[in-house]
């Protein structure tokens, strides 16, 4: 399994020239695409959450489209809309930004419900429907969504129909100090960030994507995998009230999530099967959007990675 390492070795190479840092985002980022699933970014404004996203679709050599979401987007601006056509007198479908390989949905949460379910069904489904007829999307096709987590004036809560539909929710972080050093080192002086190289393809990708098939998931693992989510579960449904941590637990979205990312990140690090190792490093970014914590768990500043952590630690690990 010696392609998985070097794929991904390329494509973070390339990357690097322009994003300085962020490599586990950059890591997750390429499982999404093994697995075919969309993912949100969450983070403070000036992260390069944007230019990571665009960056992956300049290196990756697909068709990328940016979508900015405000709050007087209509969900014509993304998926499109039938357009008079003044010589033959009929409406023909104008296809929106939707229709791309990757597109980036820049601050999400700052349009209305009605835009953010546009999304829905092309997330899902693969597939837009304008004036009546259904429009298949391009293939690959992704979401990649940001939103910034301390705003709250002019901003939409995403609904919990919407997040589900993300493989993964990742929490963009600070650089460290040699990070946000080299950067000042390398940008300080210049005001055009660097044209970056497509060195993969679509086509490659899809063709990919047979490999992370063939990687193996025990029985073992595949029940310690249902026993994490369904523990989720378990705490939604204690009834002493006092005591309880969440309102609800993660979907069977999560069980599929787990194990179609294992599969992904066991391929790109060169393993032939999924550890209960990888499980584990995967179940924060698959689990924390999918949990509803409860308004007493929220009063007393809990937040879902701890009680992820919970979950994990009081989970027997199966042996190897």
Known sequence: MSSGPAWS??????????VIGQDAAV??????LMAGGHVLLEGMPGLAKTLLVRSLGSALGVQFERIQFTPDLLPSDVV????FQPKSGEFSPHRGPIFANLVLADEINRAPAKVQSA???????RQVTIGGETHPLPSPFFVMATQNPIEQE???KLPEAQTDRFLFKLLVDYPNA????SMMQRWGQITQQPALQAVSSGAELLSLRSEVDRIH???????????????????AENPDTSARRLNFGASPRASLALYQAGRALAWLRGQDYVSPTLVQELAPDVLRHRMGLTYEAEAQEITPDAVISEVVSATPVPPA
Do not use: C, F, H, W
């Open 9 to 18: 070795k390329k494509l973070r190479d390339e990357i690097g020239k322009a």
């Open 154 to 156: 002019g901003t939409y």
């Open 27 to 32: 890591e997750r980022l390429l499982v999404a």
């Open 80 to 83: 499109g809309t039938m357009v």
């Open 119 to 125: 999304l829905l069904e092309a997330m899902q489904e």
């Open 217 to 235: 998931v025990s029985p073992v693992v595949q029940n310690y995998i249902l026993t994490l989510v369904r523990a989720t579960r378990i705490l």
């Open 178 to 181: 040699g990070e946000e050093a």
